[in-house]
Every structure is written in C-alpha cells, then in structure tokens.
C-alpha cells in the first residue's frame, strides 16, 4: 500500500513538473514574442524606386517605397527633393503621399539626393528646408538616398518617354519679334504635374501677332500650354500685354508670365507675375513672387479686377532689385518692390504658361489666354 502511495505521489509530482514547465515555457513563449513584435513594431521607412539626378520644374518621375511597424491609416509620407536647399514633393499645396498595404508612390521633381519622411497625419511639412528634421514627435522615421546615377542611353530612353522633348525638337514660333520654343510632354510634367501640349490648339500666334494659349482635353486628358524663349534677356523690364478677362477662369488654372533657369542657383533665377486663385474662390488672383515663395518677403498677393479685358503686367529686374507692376487701362493696380534674395543673371529665359494646379478644372470646355504682346527693355 505505501508502495502504491509512493508511485502516486510520484507520478502526480512528475505532472506537476510538467505543468510548471509548460507554463514557463509558455510564458517564455509570450515573452519573446512581445520583444519580437517591439522590435519589428518600431517605424521603418524605405525607398525602393529612386528617382534619377535633375533639376527643373518640368520633369517629375516616381519615386516608392515601404512602410512598416506603425497604424499605416494614422501615418503619412512626405517626400523631400534637394538642390540647392530640400523641397517638399511634388508640391507644397500637396505635400502629403498615402500608404496603401504598406507601400507608397508619388511624383517628385528632380534633385541630387531625397529623403522621405514617415509622419503623423499631424505634421506640417515646410516647403523648403535647408536641414531636414529629426526623428522625434511627429516625425517617425526618415530615409535619404542619393540621385540614381543613369547611363547616357537610360537617361535618352527616358526623356523620350516621359519628359519634355529635348530642345532641338521643340517646334519653334515667332512672337513679339522673339522666337520662342513649344513645351511638350508625353507624361506629367511640371508645373502640376501636367500634360503639355505644342498642337496648334493649345498654343499658336494668330493673323494679327497675338498668343494663344489654351488648356484643351481630349483622349480624356487635360493639355496645358507654355512657351519659353530661346533668348536670355537678363537685367531688364519684362512686359506682358493681356487681351483676356478672369472673370471666368478656374481657381485651379495658372498663368505664369515669368523667367527660369534649369540650373538651381537662386531657386531657378525664377521672378513670376501669376494669376490664379490656387483652388479656392476666395483667394486673391493676382500675386508677384522672387522665389522661394515660402519667405514671407518674397511673395505678395493682391486682386485684379475680375472683369478687365486688357491687363499690362511687369517687372523690372536690376541688381538686388525687382519692381512689379500690374496695370489695367493703363491705373496701375498694385506695384510692389523687393530687394531681399535677388538673382543675378545668368541662362534664364522668358516664359509663358497657362496650367492646371491639382489636375482637375470643373470648366466646362476649354480654358484660353490671349497675350497680345512681349516687350523686353534691357537695363541702363
């Protein structure tokens, strides 16, 4: 009988002892799955589709990536492009990119490295920065890549796909006793990013010396217009004489009357005269800008009467110093002077271009500026 009691007693230790070990090994279990589930659940961000090296306004491509270790739907990613100083991608007024099961892709223009940015949907991206932010509240994880580096035939292959055409294939007109080239594209290029179009549809000089340019659609895509001069003018008075009321234009429609470099040196040397409510009806519709726009002594923003039908607009760009100017039936409407970033003169040229900013209008049929003259006065 003790016997018996012993091997009991026995056996009932041994499940006892397993039991125990079960549970710690259990326990254990849990343990490091909590440590593992940490570790991947720290905020990861990579770039897997980098961008080539450029510079410009008018060529965007895509740019992709992957997101992991955060509530995907909580987050966002905003991209970075830098040149001469970091601009948010593709543009200010949309500097946010989803993510979608973990992945994410958007445009961005051209630079020599970018960055992305895994962030809260709290975080207000600046336009341009000279350092990016560091990892820390809002901001979770970042990743900077260097510019790919194409061959000679990559980067032929490309442009033939989804920039604009090289210069010596642009069509070429005559405005205003200056020869002028034709923007085209076969994919979205910048400003927009938009499609452009060199058809006579959407850009042409009529009998009477006048350019039109004209937003079309057809083949169920929106076709924007701009014309850039093959001269550069440099220090000078830029005039530009419009023949067109905005009485009926598209918040979302630009005209830019204004200079620009490929190269990155004092923000593209770009000094604009834009017209555009920038998608809201209540915006004023007429603004001077020296970039960069984000400083606060290089943008000014005023009204133009809605329902004038011929408006001059100019600056005078000088050595440290650009004067605007917009004037309707000959009353000037607003002048202003700046003197704060100023570029000096280098392969500028003049431009004109008339776009979409957000791809869509609700305009029904298509949008047309006519200008009736370019005039250019070199500086004394």
């Known amino acids: ?60 491509e895509k740019m992709a990536g992957t997101v992991s270790g955060v509530n995907r739907e909580e987050c966002r990613v905003v991209v970075f492009a830098r040149t001469n100083t970091w601009y948010v991608q593709p543009y200010a007024a949309s500097p946010y990119t989803t993510i979608s ?25 600046t336009a341009t920065t000279d350092t990016l932010p560091k990892v820390g509240g809002d901001v979770l994880a970042i990743v900077r890549v260097p510019a790919k580096v194409q061959s000679a035939l990559n980067s032929v292959s490309s442009a033939s796909t989804s920039a604009d ?61 701009e014309v850039i001069s093959t ?3 440099g220090y000078g008075t830029y005039r530009f004489y419009v023949d067109t009321t905005f009485d009926n ?34 915006n004023k519709n007429g603004q001077f800008v020296v970039q960069p726009y984000t400083k606060p002594e290089n943008i000014r923003r005023f009204a133009l009467p809605a329902i004038a039908s011929e408006s001059t607009h100019a600056f005078d760009w000088t050595l440290g110093r650009v004067h605007f100017s917009s004037a309707i039936g000959g009353h000037i409407v607003r002048d202003e002077v700046f003197t704060s970033r100023i570029p000096t003169p280098s392969d500028e040229n003049a431009r004109m271009n008339l776009w979409i ?12 500026v006519t200008i009736r003259r370019f005039a250019f006065t070199p500086a004394h």
């Open 231 to 233: 001269r550069s003018f």
């Open 165 to 225: 055409v090289t210069s010596s294939d642009m069509r070429t007109l005559q405005f205003s006793g200056y020869e002028w080239r034709v923007k085209s594209s076969s994919g979205r290029v910048g400003p927009g990013p938009n499609y452009f179009s060199d058809s006579k549809n959407n850009v042409e000089v009529d009998a009477k010396g006048r350019l039109h340019l004209r937003i079309t659609q057809h083949d169920g895509r929106w076709h924007c217009a």
């Open 101 to 125: 099961n973990g992945k994410w892709e958007t445009d961005t223009h051209l630079g020599d490295e970018y960055a992305a940015l895994l962030v809260k949907s709290s975080y207000k991206p």
């Open 357 to 368: 900013s957000g791809h869509r209008v609700k305009h029904e049929g298509d949008f047309e």
């Open 249 to 282: 234009m598209d918040p979302r429609v630009v005209l830019g009357l204004f200079t620009w470099s490929d190269a990155p040196d004092y923000s593209n040397r770009e000094i604009d005269v834009e017209v555009s409510r920038w998608g809201k009806k209540q």
């Open 1 to 60: 009988m003790k016997r018996l009691l012993g091997l009991k007693a026995s056996i009932i230790g041994c499940l006892l002892g397993t039991l125990v070990a079960v549970q710690a090994l259990t326990l254990l279990g849990h343990y490091a799955t909590r440590l593992e589930g940490n570790q991947t659940a720290r905020p990861r961000i990579e770039i897997t589709l980098v961008p080539p090296m450029g510079a410009g306004p008018d060529r965007v």
